[in-house]
């Protein structure tokens, strides 16, 4: 499937404009030669928030190696392809950077395994946990970096990008979000977020299972069909080469297949959609970010491979289970004994509601950190 990209200008009509920002909570000068949005992706990279990813589960632990992603790599390649595909759609990437780099600082320890268990405990409690918006709490209350003003003070579309790069939400459920224009859509750089997410996690995956001896590469190619179409003129052309070389080349061609086709689909949507502005693209019915329905559909193939064959594989359900276990019984010690978080968040106890706290103070955690606590409290 050969898709090809229409020539656009350096600045497509639909690309958010750094000088057309609705601004930042606490109004600042502007700098002598960042753009606000320069600006935002490196207050992003200095935080606290995101160092922790660096000691935070995407799928495998370093049980089995030290070569696996973890939360801040995955996160770093995110970015590298979201600056590719908003550069090659002609929309700002210095936007688009700072969405893919903070678009995870709201993950818990222990991957998308603890934040299901979080969104349980809570909503035990009548809450719930979303690790977009906690990553808006981050940013906007706990990074605490300057003196004239509480969080990041990050632009508008950074902190709404935050929250709606994946999903719309609903005024009346979520009226505490009213300030981020929940009934239009995001600008396009955030729009593109959720799908390079997908891109890299999704080849990362099979990557990092064929690192751990638990990728079955002929049933992938069976399986997969445009993996396996990948994977047969490399074989053929190389086929003394070792196995993990061949690989690598497949699955790049399959990066590169899925990147154009999300530039193509998406930027045919949006030449067909007649918008000449952002403000237009925010009233479009629709995102207009996405692949096309055959990229989709092998990219479905992917994932169910993966859930089917990779994610709930003994070797990494045991690590998981335990660790879960482990955050789940933090939380009652927390919730159950007043003074036994830092002071900090035994302050912001006083005046939310302890499980909200406890959850915000557990959710910040390094995987590593969270055992700590665990052995500290309930040995080993």
Not at 184 to 190: G, K
Not at 270 to 283: F, I, K, P, Q
Not at 293 to 307: G, H, I, Y
Request: charged share 25%; net charge negative.
């Amino acid at each position: 499937m050969e898709r090809t990209i229409a020539a656009l200008p350096p600045s497509a009509p639909w690309a958010m404009r750094a000088e057309e920002t609705r601004g930042r909570r606490f109004p600042e000068p502007a700098h002598p030669y960042r753009s606000e949005y320069a600006r935002d992706r490196d207050r992003i990279i200095h935080s606290r928030a995101f160092r922790r990813l660096e000691a935070k589960t995407q799928v495998f632990t370093t049980r089995y190696s030290d070569h696996f992603r973890n939360r801040l790599t995955h996160t770093l390649e995110v970015a590298q392809i979201a600056r590719t595909v908003a550069g090659a759609l002609g929309l700002n990437t210095e936007l688009a950077e700072a969405l893919a780099l903070v678009h995870d600082i709201g993950h818990p320890p222990f991957g998308h395994a603890g934040e299901r268990r979080l969104d349980e405990l809570m909503r035990a409690h009548g809450g719930y946990f979303n690790h977009n918006l906690h990553a808006l709490r981050i940013v906007e209350h706990f990074e605490q970096r300057y003196l004239d003003f509480p969080g990041l003070n990050l632009t508008f579309e950074v902190r709404e990008g935050i929250i709606k790069h994946s999903r719309d939400y609903s005024a009346a459920e979520f009226p505490e979000l009213r300030e981020y224009l929940l009934d239009l859509r995001p600008p396009l750089e955030a729009q593109l977020i959720d799908w390079v997410d997908e891109i890299a996690y999704n080849t990362a995956d099979i990557d990092d299972a064929l690192e751990a001896s638990l990728l079955d590469l002929r049933l992938l190619c069976r399986e997969v069909s445009f993996f396996g179409e990948a994977y047969a003129p490399v074989d053929s052309a190389h086929p003394k080469a070792r196995e993990k070389l061949k690989f690598n080349e497949a699955l790049r061609h399959v990066l590169d297949l899925l990147a154009t086709d999300l530039i193509v689909a998406t930027q045919q949507r949006a030449l067909a959609s007649g918008v000449s502005s952002t403000e237009e693209l925010r009233r479009v019915p629709r995102r207009l970010a996405g692949f096309s329905q055959s990229a989709a559909e092998q990219n479905a193939a992917l994932k169910r491979f993966l859930f089917a064959h990779i994610y709930n594989h003994p070797a990494i359900t045991e690590d998981r289970d335990r660790s879960v276990k482990c955050l789940e019984e933090l939380f009652a010690y927390y919730l159950a004994k007043p003074g036994s978080m830092p002071a900090s968040y035994e302050e912001f106890a006083q005046t939310e509601a302890r499980h909200v706290i406890v959850c915000d103070y557990i959710a910040g955690m390094t995987d590593q950190f969270l055992l700590r606590q665990h052995r500290e409290h309930f040995g080993a």
